[in-house]
């Protein structure tokens, strides 16, 4: 890791990351040893990793995995969800498993069609059902916290994509924590500060089966090529992508932004499923599966 200027062997990196991740979760107050968390998982090595780090660091932890209904040639869902059947069964996990198209009528694909939205690309739509689905099921079954499996190479790619943009409602809010707010679970990315290459080496090196593809969608996408233009300038620069959002975490901390005006955040009931939204009306989702 010339990042860190350290180099481990396979027993001694095996302990370094669980203990980094404990360090990371105290850190920015992400969840408490009493709290119940709810990981999650599309059967890829970062979510994989972090369902089998907080289980080992001793944390009440299940999995949700969302069926998407994105199949295509390589069978994307249907052997992303085998995988992460397999990893819930070998160590005894509990594992909720929900089906968009048994649920709603319609695949990710399939409501994609239907939508403005979904035009060219289903994964605007997809990321929409997503964080519907995940606070539903961490809402309903009453978990305390809900955690994804960004790592640091997702959270740079999105940092740099709103720079650009100097889109600063999403630069306020992109942090390692989002707390709690009436209907909308607490959020936590407690791999955030890991490389994406740090997470395979440790599902590699923890012998975790994990889905190699990529969704076939996001090929082409604008956060894998501004993934690969941060690769270069960290192999020219290493640590350059680490200091880049450590440092953006720490600048808004000494108040580089102003917080919001209240006005910014009225959030009111959905009427179809009563999540919060800032729309006057339905949700983005209950929209969108109403078009189906
Ligand atoms: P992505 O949006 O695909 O980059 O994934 C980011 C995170 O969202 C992953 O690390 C997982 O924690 C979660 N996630 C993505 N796809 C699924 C899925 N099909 N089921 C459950 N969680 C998912
Ligand atoms: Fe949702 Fe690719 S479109 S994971
Ligand atoms: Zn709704």
Redesign the pocket.
């Known amino acids: 890791m010339r990042h860190h200027k350290l180099a481990l062997c396979k027993e001694h990196y095996l302990e370094w990351i669980p203990a980094q991740t404990a360090r990371f979760i105290k850190k920015y107050w992400m969840f408490g040893p009493d709290e119940r968390v709810l ?4 059967g ?1 090595k ?2 994989l990793s ?1 369902w089998d780090i907080l289980w080992r660091l001793g944390y009440q932890v299940d999995g ?3 069926g ?1 209904g994105i199949d295509g040639e390589a069978g994307y869902s249907t052997e ?1 969800h085998r995988l992460t059947e397999k990893f819930a069964i070998e160590r005894g996990l509990k594992l909720h498993v929900v089906d968009i198209q048994q649920e709603y009528g319609a695949s990710i694909p399939m409501l994609a069609e239907k939508s403005r939205r979904g035009q060219g690309r289903p994964c605007s739509v997809c ?1 929409v059902a ?1 964080r519907h689905e ?1 606070n539903r099921i961490a809402r309903d079954f009453g978990y305390d916290v809900l955690a ?3 790592n640091l190479d ?1 959270e740079v790619a999105v940092l740099f994509a709103n720079s650009l943009a100097w889109s600063v409602d999403l630069l306020r809010r992109q942090e390692p924590v989002l707390h709690e707010s009436d209907g909308l679970a607490r959020k936590v990315k407690p791999l955030c500060r890991f490389y994406e290459k740090e997470m395979a080496a440790y599902a590699l090196l923890r012998g975790i089966e994990y889905i190699y593809e990529e ?1 076939p969608f996001a090929i082409g996408s604008t956060s894998i090529y501004y993934k690969e233009m941060l690769n270069r300038l960290e192999s020219d620069r290493p640590g350059a992508k680490l200091a880049y959002y450590v440092k953006f975490l720490e600048s808004k901390k000494n108040g580089m932004f102003s917080p919001p005006t209240s006005q910014e955040f009225i959030l009111t009931p959905c009427p179809q499923c009563g999540q919060p939204t800032s729309a006057d009306g339905l949700c983005s989702f209950c929209k969108i599966v109403r078009k189906t």
């Open positions: 990981v999650a998982v599309s890829g970062d979510s972090l949700l995995y969302l998407l992303s990321g997503k995940m994804t499996g960004h997702d969704c």
